[in-house]
């Protein structure tokens, strides 16, 4: 019965700990690309009384891209210049899904992301 019970536990275990590493080998790139992008916004409205606002969003447009990050609309990205602050936002939603087969995804959740910076210019 003690031999029988041991493998169950075993078997839950190692189950658990492949799910984790499965949904964290996909969790775990999203946040990297979304805190890369973040820190792009911020060095870019630290420098942003050299730049418009068209050569920021051009950047940025491209750095997003690079990431592979699903932004519906260029100007979803938003530039904004009020009382000396610059603002730079957007958001977007990743899926995170567990595939069966090469022919479906089944989804499991969604991510939203919604990044924001404000500096004073």
């Known amino acids: 019965m003690q031999r029988g019970i041991s493998r169950l536990g075993l078997l839950?275990?190692?189950l658990f700990f492949g799910l984790g590493i499965y949904f964290g080998s996909q969790i775990i790139p999203l946040y990297y690309s979304y805190y890369e992008v973040l820190g792009q916004m911020e060095a870019k409205a630290r420098k942003a009384s050299l730049e418009s606002d068209q050569e920021i969003?051009?950047?940025l447009l491209k750095k997003?891209?690079?990431f592979n990050i699903p932004i519906e609309d260029p100007?979803?990205?938003?530039i904004n210049?009020?009382?000396g602050k610059i603002i730079i936002s957007f958001s977007y939603i990743e899926t995170v899904y567990f595939r069966i087969n090469d022919d479906y995804d089944w989804d499991l959740f969604d991510l939203d992301f919604s990044p924001y910076v404000e500096v004073a210019i």
């Open 12 to 14: 839950l275990t190692l």
């Open 57 to 59: 969003k051009r950047f």
């Open 64 to 66: 997003i891209e690079s």
């Open 75 to 78: 100007d979803d990205l938003e």
């Open 81 to 83: 210049r009020v009382g």
